[in-house]
């Protein structure tokens, strides 16, 4: 599985270097086209911006502005380091002081959601339920869609493959945030409810019924920026 992740990313590489798409970019004006600024991230996660097919690249379309902004701007300094996004960190696109991230960041934001993101087995989707109530909805959202202004992103319309390894991640993802309970929940989380936990969230645009029309308790947004 990792295996195969390198192999895709090398297969992207060489897609980006051989394509003429960087070069899109680096002759874009000083008031930047957002539309533009995307070109050179086309060939991963592709036009509408909804990924991969096979889930490894993630859905950006419709993400919260506020998180996309954080991410590239981790991205531009190296707190956030990606074999294939070390490639896009460097390229002008996002290196490049004067590029503004915020247009780009916008212009994803407003992009309509992947509606079928890929999806894991369907099993035990009743204790990914249950997780995600008790753990994640308090800042997620019950409908997974973070919080606009902050930077809880939104899980809703992110693939399983995807959402899988972040959440194998996520102890670390979390660990600035409070409370330090739930960063050690998921550290000692078991694999299984992981992979529930995951397909669940993958399934959440299509399965508000099993919500159950619950309450967000919003509250810890408020010390999240
Ligand atoms: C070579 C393929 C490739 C290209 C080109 C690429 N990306 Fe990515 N991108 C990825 C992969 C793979 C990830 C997942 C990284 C990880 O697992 O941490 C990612 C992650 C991201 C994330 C984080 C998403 C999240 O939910 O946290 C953002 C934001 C992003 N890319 C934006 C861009 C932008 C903007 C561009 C163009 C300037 C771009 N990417 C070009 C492969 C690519
Ligand atoms: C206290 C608020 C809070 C809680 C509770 C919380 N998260 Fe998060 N989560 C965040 C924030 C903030 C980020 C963004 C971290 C960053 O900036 O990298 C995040 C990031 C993530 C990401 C990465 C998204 C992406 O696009 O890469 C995933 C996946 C995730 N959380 C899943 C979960 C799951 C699953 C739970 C429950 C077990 C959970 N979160 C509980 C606040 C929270």
């Not at 990313?9 to 980006?16: E, G, I, P, S």
């Not at 003429?20 to 995307?38: E, K």
């Given at each position: ?179 330090p309970e739930m960063t050690s929940a998921l550290r000692g989380m078991p694999a299984p409810a992981k992979d529930a936990l995951a397909d669940y969230i993958s ?23």
């Amino acid at each position: 599985m990792a295996h195969d992740y390198m192999g895709l990313h090398t297969r992207l590489l060489f897609a980006v270097l051989a394509s003429g798409v960087l070069r899109v970019a680096q002759a874009a004006q000083p008031t930047p086209d957002p539309s533009r600024l995307y070109a050179p991230c086309v060939v991963c996660h592709q036009l509408n911006a909804w990924g991969t097919s096979d889930g490894n690249i993630p859905n950006l379309a419709g993400q919260q502005k506020h998180y996309l902004e954080k991410q590239l701007a981790r991205f531009r300094s190296g707190a956030r380091v990606d074999t294939a996004m070390q490639v896009v960190a460097i390229h002008p696109t996002i290196s490049n002081q004067s590029t503004d991230l915020v247009a780009l960041a916008t212009y994803l934001s407003r992009l309509d959601t992947n509606p079928h993101p890929l999806a894991g087995s369907g099993e035990h989707l009743q204790a990914g339920l249950e997780t995600y109530t008790h753990i994640c909805a308090a800042c997620h959202g019950a409908d997974g869609r973070g919080g606009e202004g902050s930077s809880v992103p939104r899980l809703t319309g992110q693939h399983y493959p995807y959402l899988r390894r972040q959440i194998e991640a996520a102890a670390e993802l979390h660990k600035e945030l409070s409370p330090p309970e739930m960063t050690s929940a998921l550290r000692g989380m078991p694999a299984p409810a992981k992979d529930a936990l995951a397909d669940y969230i993958s399934r959440l645009g299509t399965s508000e019924a099993l919500l159950g029309g619950s309450s967000t308790d919003r509250e810890s947004l408020r010390y999240i920026r």
